[in-house]
């Protein structure tokens, strides 16, 4: 059973401008995920460039526009994506400058993550094993640390395509709640004091784009409203 | 963090609150004046003595207020989205703030002068 396939592809060397190409894919009639698609047409044009790495949505390399929508092509299955006589369409994800075809630059992603302080912050002497917490308090990090940084959620983001210099975006804000959560860290009040510009966190809307293409089922519109909640607590 | 100095208040709690707020006085006042032009017998007078009453005057400052805070938030974060220009953005925003301050002397002049 043959598939048509219109993958973005832009050389910087070679191309003045992006293109759309086509390529017809045989998937014997199997429910393929679509980074095996891309792995078939890498066998016919090894030019195309495209990241992968686990190929199990762990690593969070293969984030992809996939028929319009953001997801992880290695747990993305065609099924999923594509009505029967349809066409697949690849594009890399939005809103970061493309490096070669899929491949985009995280560089802006990556600075608004570094810009939450990823790592427990605790000043108090270290305990003689580790510093423990209740199993009350462990829950509370569920559903927060499970994010593996695949930037789909902040580039499905229209504040984040707009701002991506100044909002810290859906996946950045959801490891900030993280560690405001982490009963273990003490610099909350440092932490809210940098988010409370007019940008950091207040440019999400709640459109919740990034509720709706989360691959790990992850909710940073929640986490963003607990962040909201916590700055108006501490602000009044 | 990131600022800017044509912001509203400056700080993002603040405008969040204040655009929550005068949300709700400007959809009660809705609420009040429709209702007012809705169930009254109508004329002139009749509407001229409802909005120079003191409490529809203290009302109705506080909605235009509310209408400056809210639009001054609302098309401030609009423009930093869509106008990536830095000159002609100011220029917008400088301009909306001046007519939104002229509108807000105008309705003042009206209810307490």
Not at chain 1, 130 to 158: F, H, V, W
Request: hydrophobic share 45%.
């Amino acid at each position: 059973m043959m598939l048509n396939v219109q993958v973005y592809r832009y050389n910087p060397e070679e191309n003045r401008e992006p293109y759309m190409r086509d390529y017809q894919v045989n998937t014997e009639g199997k429910d393929l995920m679509v980074l095996d698609v891309l792995n078939l047409i890498k066998q016919q044009d090894p030019t195309l460039v495209y990241r992968r790495s686990c190929r199990e949505g762990v690593c969070g390399s293969d984030g992809l526009n996939i028929n319009g929508k953001n997801g992880l092509a290695c747990i993305t299955p065609l099924s999923e994506v594509v009505a029967a006589g349809e066409s697949l369409v690849i594009r890399p994800l939005m809103g970061l400058p493309i490096i070669r075809d899929l491949v985009v630059d995280m560089t802006q992603f990556y600075t608004q993550y570094e810009k939450i302080k990823p790592y427990l912050i605790n000043e108090t002497p270290a305990p003689a094993i580790e510093r423990l917490q209740s199993p009350e308090d462990r829950d509370k990090l569920d559903g927060l640390y499970e994010c593996i940084l695949c930037a789909c959620c902040s580039t499905s983001c229209p504040s984040f395509w707009w701002n991506p210099d100044k909002f810290v975006g859906p996946a950045g804000l959801l490891q900030a709640y993280r560690f405001l959560a982490d009963s273990r860290d003490t610099a909350q009040r440092e932490r809210l004091a940098g988010l409370e510009d007019p940008f950091s966190v207040f440019r999400c809307h709640g459109i919740m784009n990034c509720v709706n293409v989360c691959p790990k089922g992850l909710n940073p519109t929640k986490a963003i409203g607990h962040i909201r909640n916590m700055l108006l607590t501490a602000a009044s | 963090m990131a600022k800017s100095v044509t912001n509203f208040s400056g700080n993002g709690v603040s405008d969040w609150l204040i655009q929550r707020v005068s949300a709700v006085v400007l959809a009660v006042y809705l609420v009040v004046v429709a209702g007012w032009a809705l169930f009254s017998s109508g004329g002139f007078d009749n509407w001229h003595g409802f909005m120079m009453s003191m409490p529809m005057k203290v009302f109705s400052i506080l909605a235009v207020l509310s209408l400056v805070g809210h639009s001054w938030i609302g098309i401030w974060a609009i423009s930093t989205d869509y106008i990536k220009h830095t000159v002609v953005r100011l220029a917008f925003q400088v301009a909306v703030v001046l007519a939104l301050l002229v509108y807000m002397i105008w309705a003042l002049t009206i209810f307490w002068g």
